[in-house]
């Protein structure tokens, strides 16, 4: 099981705990270190089904600034969230192909 954590945010770590208390030590990716590449982007969406547009922190300065109201296409979200990760949301637990945001943390619970 792998996590896509910021420690800084609340329900990051409450996912993390929550997975914990079940007795799981996922492997910790913190994704604002190291940003997922354009292909894991890409799989995380379609293990989320969701469209990148759909994973996107729409509340983050950065987005209202440069982006709200633009003509993005769904392939360059997934660029745009390569160069800025803080538009990522969070958290993101991936098992066994399988993917879910942590927002509530109880959505992990769907992949034990």
């Known amino acids: 099981m792998k996590i896509y954590h910021n420690p800084r945010c609340s329900k990051s770590r409450q996912t993390l705990n929550l997975l ?11 994704y604002l270190d190291t940003p997922p590449s354009k292909r894991e982007l890409q799989t995380l969406v379609k293990q989320l089904n969701i469209k990148p547009s759909q994973l996107l922190r729409k509340g983050e ?7 709200k109201g633009k003509e993005v296409s769904e392939a360059e979200w997934i660029d745009i969230m390569m160069e800025y990760p803080k538009l990522i949301e969070r958290p993101i ?3 066994d192909g ?15």
Do not use: C, S, T
């Not at 914990?20 to 913190?30: A, D, F, S, T």
């Not at 300065?61 to 982006?67: G, L, S, V, W």
């Not at 399988?98 to 034990?112: Q, S, W």
């Open 61 to 67: 300065k950065i987005y209202k600034e440069q982006f």
């Open 20 to 30: 914990k208390e079940q007795g799981i030590e996922p492997e910790i990716v913190l």
């Open 93 to 95: 637990v991936v098992k």
């Open 98 to 112: 399988k993917a879910v945001l942590g927002r509530p943390p109880e959505n992990v619970l769907d992949l034990l």
